[in-house]
């Protein structure tokens, strides 16, 4: 007992410290990571399991280590922030991989990439002609951002001159049978407002799933009862 005691403070402890420093990194994805920030969370894992399964690891010395290694990643985020020369040495270039429906043999060179990722790269982005593509780009994060050439492109509306509703966001002011009083107030409902809301809808929230509004305070209720209909029929 007194050994599984151990073990799972070790792990409380090194999941703590690992989540002080994802927060302190802040929102950022896999792909959105440069290579030293991409080595230094590798190396993060790496130290936090050895912590967690090794009991003959002294656990101030790997809390320590976990802090330090994220304290780097902390600096040197801010450094290609404020220094670009930092940023350009951290972070890999765009690149030019097809320009005018032509493809850059260089670039794929470059990145040891086979044409046949690059065109699977462009299947996915719903490019399956390459003589459309004005310019595709391989970001930093590996991804590939397309332009088709402009007479590929689709129509939009101040193309045409024609006028279109505004776009509708829809938040959710009830959820589970429960009124999100915050939600509302910052929708711009006044207290008075929102108690109204409530006696007008006391008999239905608590049966109410999740309860969408509008800017024009129009609701799309989602009741807890709804079914599938059976409309794929085999």
Known sequence: METLGITLFRVVAGMGVLLVIMLAIGRR???E???FDFLTS????????????????????????????????????WLSIKIRPVN???????????????????????????VETLLQLLRERDVFDITVVELAVLEPHGRLSVLKKAEHLPLTPCQVNFNVTPNSVLVPVILE???????????GLSPQQIEEFRCQHVSTINNVFIAFMDQDKRLHVIHDDARECNVFLH
């Open 177 to 187: 049978g429960k009124l999100q009083e915050r939600v509302l107030a910052d929708m």
């Open 33 to 35: 990571l440069s290579s």
């Open 42 to 77: 590798i190396t993060i894992g790496a130290v936090a399991g050895a912590l967690i399964v090794d009991p003959r690891i002294e656990l101030a010395s790997s809390l320590i280590a976990l802090l330090a290694l994220g304290g780097m990643q902390l600096v040197f985020g």
């Open 88 to 114: 350009h040495k951290l972070n890999f270039k765009p690149l030019v991989m097809v320009q005018n429906g032509q493809i850059i043999k260089e670039s794929l060179r470059k990145v040891h990439m086979p």
């Open 29 to 31: 994805q896999l792909g």
